[in-house]
Nanobody, 125 residues
Framework: QVQLVESGGGLVQAGGSLRLSCADSGRTFSNYAMGWFRQAPGKEREFVSTIGWNGDSTYYADSVQGRFTISRDNAKNTVYLQMNSLKPEDTAVYYC??????????????????WGQGTQVTVSS
């Protein structure tokens, strides 16, 4: 059973940084590709980043490329999203997700099997 819990959200000024964490309480974390998505009020959930099961492959949305970094520590059953140079348009609820699909770039919500509850990130101007 996969249970994902996000943490690390909060309020930050534009230009600041936050690091989100997503911990899995199960014992099969390394079997999953992991992703981060976000959803702003009135908007659809959008892809942010994804990382392969062993951390070798990463992919980012154009809007965060060069500012955000995804990483994982399989020994700690945790995936991270380091967010730098934050902008007001990054304000959203951020969700982590786990996928059993090992192949390709997983950038659509329906490619993921498990989701966390989300953590709010607010960037003030």
């Amino acid at each position: 059973q996969v249970q994902l819990v996000e943490s690390g959200g909060g309020l930050v000024q534009a230009g600041g940084s936050l690091r989100l964490s997503c911990a899995d309480s199960g014992r099969t974390f390394s079997n999953y590709a992991m992703g981060w998505f976000r959803q702003a009020p009135g908007k659809e959930r959008e892809f942010v980043s994804t990382i392969g099961w062993n951390g070798d492959s990463t992919y980012y949305a154009d809007s965060v490329q060069g500012r955000f970094t995804i990483s994982r520590d399989n020994a700690k059953n945790t995936v991270y999203l380091q967010m730098n140079s934050l902008k007001p348009e990054d304000t959203a609820v951020y969700y982590c997700a786990a996928s059993l699909d090992m192949g390709g770039v997983l950038e659509w919500p329906n490619e993921y099997d498990y989701w966390g509850q989300g953590t709010q990130v607010t960037v003030s101007s």
